[in-house]
């Protein structure tokens, strides 16, 4: 065997991307024991951290260790009994894994759909919840597999109106798009490292606020020879997950350090990380980097006679749909990308497959060079794939955003 000898890629996909060099470093950091007081400060560390990131005062702010769907895994099953309502609005493909794990905690799961590209009016929300009358309404922030950013700003008011836990799935979002858990009133939140947090996916950093933590705590809470009596006024029934129960995860990160799993030391370093650079640079600095770079994909694509994909106002900055013209083998233009010029650009799911291809530009790779390369060995591909295309167009169109000569297109 070899020693790993990955390709030079440039992740231009709707995640993963590259990581933040220094990311990777503090992943090849050394082991301390969990209870070590170096790593349990780092894990209060971790926390006060990503409490910025989430813009939140929750003292319950803290990592699941697995990929971005263990956070959404444990937020659902930590509070949703069998037989519980809840209210899902369904706008691509992450709706519906929200869905599918609400039905597997045996919930009562009500949807409603907009079609793919779309995005609800809060007032198709309320309407909804008044009807359902749910215990929860999760739903998406932004949905990578369509490229729509749902606005949320509305419905923690709402929610609060009709007592209702208010719980999303920001993981394709945070960082490259407004999120505001407090303002907002979200009462749960999780996200995952690998879009514009620019980490590996392997954490999926949470928050819960202490409504949302009070319905966690009355679940029945028992793990057989290890605690029973924790929680003696416990009512509700157990959690059915023992890796996601957040009641014993909380007991974990807090003050009783109380054992559940080993902490994923490594990933914990990573996300520490990933916080700390977004923190140096500013929230809003990295927001409007996200956003010169979407807008420069966007103008680029666009002036390379392309069309995007979906209702450009409420589009993530961070990822594009592009429709794949007709004449051209969507794949092979991926393939030549990947092989030729060591891009990696997004394919597509369900109803967008084959037709769709999804650009990013997230994290470590919201950059001028990383969008100017792309757009460039775009065009080059879709020239050998036989269109005829402005030299030089989509490029000059990014570099004129750079230069501040644009204004955001939404047509
Ligand atoms: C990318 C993405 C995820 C990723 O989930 P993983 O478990 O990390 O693969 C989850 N939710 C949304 C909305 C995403 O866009």
């Known amino acids: 065997m070899q020693p790993l000898t990955l390709p030079p890629r440039l992740l231009m996909g709707p995640g993963p991307i590259n ?43 803290f990592l699941v260790d697995g990929t971005s769907r263990a956070g959404i895994e444990a937020a659902l099953v930590s509070c949703l009994e069998p037989g519980d309502k809840v209210l899902i609005p369904i706008f691509g493909r992450f709706g519906h894994l929200l869905a599918e794990i609400a039905e597997r905690a045996d919930a009562q799961v009500h949807t409603i759909e907009v079609p793919w590209g779309e995005v609800f009016d809060p007032q198709q929300i309320e309407d909804a919840i008044k009807r359902v009358q749910p215990k929860v309404l999760a739903i998406v922030q932004g949905d990578t597999s369509t490229t729509m950013l749902q606005p949320l700003e509305e419905l923690g008011a709402i929610c609060r109106a009709h007592d209702v836990l208010f719980y999303t799935d920001a993981t394709a979002s945070i960082a490259g798009n407004p999120f505001e858990t407090d303002l907002w009133q979200v009462d749960a939140v999780s ?119 979906g209702d450009l106002k409420h589009k993530m900055s961070n990822v594009v ?33 084959g037709k769709v291809w999804r650009i990013g530009t997230m994290g470590y790779n919201a950059r001028q060079d990383a969008v100017l390369h792309t757009l460039q060995s775009l065009e080059t591909a879709l020239r050998r794939a036989g269109l005829v295309l402005p030299a030089g167009a989509g490029v000059d169109a990014a570099m004129a955003v750079y230069a501040g000569a644009t204004e955001t297109r939404h047509d």
């Open 321 to 353: 749909g592009v429709y794949i013209p007709e004449s051209v083998n969507g794949e092979q233009v991926r393939h030549d990308l990947l092989n030729l010029f060591n891009i990696e650009i997004g394919t597509s799911f369900g109803p967008l497959k």
């Open 19 to 61: 990581c933040y060099p220094q990311v990777l470093s503090a992943m090849s950091t050394q082991l301390v024991g969990q209870y070590d007081p170096t790593m349990t400060s780092y894990m209060n560390e971790v926390m006060a951290l990503y409490r910025q990131v989430f813009k939140t005062q929750n003292q319950q702010t």
């Open 191 to 309: 996200v995952g490292l690998q879009k514009c947090l620019g980490g590996p996916s392997g954490s999926a950093p949470i928050s819960m606020s202490g409504r949302f933590v009070d319905v966690v705590r009355k679940r029945h809470h028992v793990e057989a020879g290890i605690r029973d009596s924790h929680h003696q006024d416990a009512q509700g029934q157990r959690i059915r997950s023992n890796y996601f129960d957040l009641s014993m995860i909380m007991d974990y990160w807090g003050e009783e350090r109380l054992n559940h799993h080993t902490e994923a030391a490594t990933m914990l370093f990573g996300s520490r990380q990933c916080a700390i650079e977004l923190l140096r640079e500013g929230q809003d600095a990295v927001l409007k980097r996200h956003q010169m770079a979407g807008n420069a994909m966007l103008q680029g694509i666009q002036a390379m006679g392309l069309r995007p994909y």
